[in-house]
């Protein structure tokens, strides 16, 4: 028996042992302190230490919970926001990501308008959506926060963000130290500069897609594969807008949502530090 055969066995748990690797690798992004950039795992006596040591802007992903056609999970956006904003918190080096807001307006509930025709979609007010927002900022600003940056990953919502932090930057105005930031350069970063780096690769508009399409499938690819189906494709799953698909995902690839994911991360970095920048100048 030759020195380097495995039996399938072996192969597959040396396989299953590096998976499970990479995935504790990417969950789990460390920040300049050595600690993790998510909230959600620090402590508060380690959240306030690495205030005290200068990680002063936290990240707000906001996502949604809505359908994704017959061949993605009803989390895409929540999954693919958190993960980037950690991206973007490991790049900024003194950022911290708060818990993704998953509860967003997706439409009028009855009669059900949009996505809400689809089991799963969760939708709440707009005046709702603001005012968790605004809360959201005040809290962080209680905990000497200075930059609260709002990312939205969903198109629908991207001027009750606006709103949310103009009303917030007035309510602070008297103390210029604290700031609210709408990233919108997040989400403009996944529409025109992508598409044209997917119509460059040869694909059309059709295939593009606004919602569940080429673009949007093959991020999710490139983030976490098990909530894509493209089994259910390959066995020619509809892909039409009354089956929630505006779009034709067949060909996506996670190799194709590479540089969607490069681009939003980059010119959300360089947006972010020229925003604190320029406040921290005032």
Known sequence: MPRHFTTP????????VLSLL???????AVGNTGHSVFL????????????????????????????????????????RVKALAGQIAQ?????????????????????PVAHMRFSGTISIADATFESILESTARSFKQ????????????????KSELRAAEKINKEWAADTRFRALALTAYYEASQAPYIQVLRG????????????????????????KSLVRMELLAEGAQTAPADGVYGDPRKSTAEL????IRGIVDRSVQAIQEAVKQHASR
């Open 9 to 16: 066995t072996k192969r597959w748990a040396y396989g299953t």
């Open 22 to 28: 990479l995935h504790a690798s990417a969950a789990f």
């Open 40 to 79: 959600e795992e620090l402590t508060s006596f380690e959240l306030r230490a690495a205030v005290a040591n200068g990680s002063t802007t936290v990240l707000v992903p906001i996502g949604g919970t809505e359908q994704n056609g017959p061949h993605m999970a009803l989390g895409k956006h929540n999954v």
């Open 91 to 111: 790049k900024l080096g003194n950022a911290i990501v708060a818990p993704v807001l998953a509860y967003v307006p997706e439409g009028a509930i009855f009669p």
């Open 143 to 158: 905990h000497g926060f200075h930059d609260v940056v709002f990312l939205g990953d969903h198109g629908g919502y991207q």
């Open 201 to 224: 690769k040869g694909y059309s508009d059709a295939e593009i897609g606004t919602h569940a399409g080429l673009a949007d499938t093959s991020m999710m690819l490139a983030i976490d």
């Open 257 to 260: 949502g590479q540089p969607g």
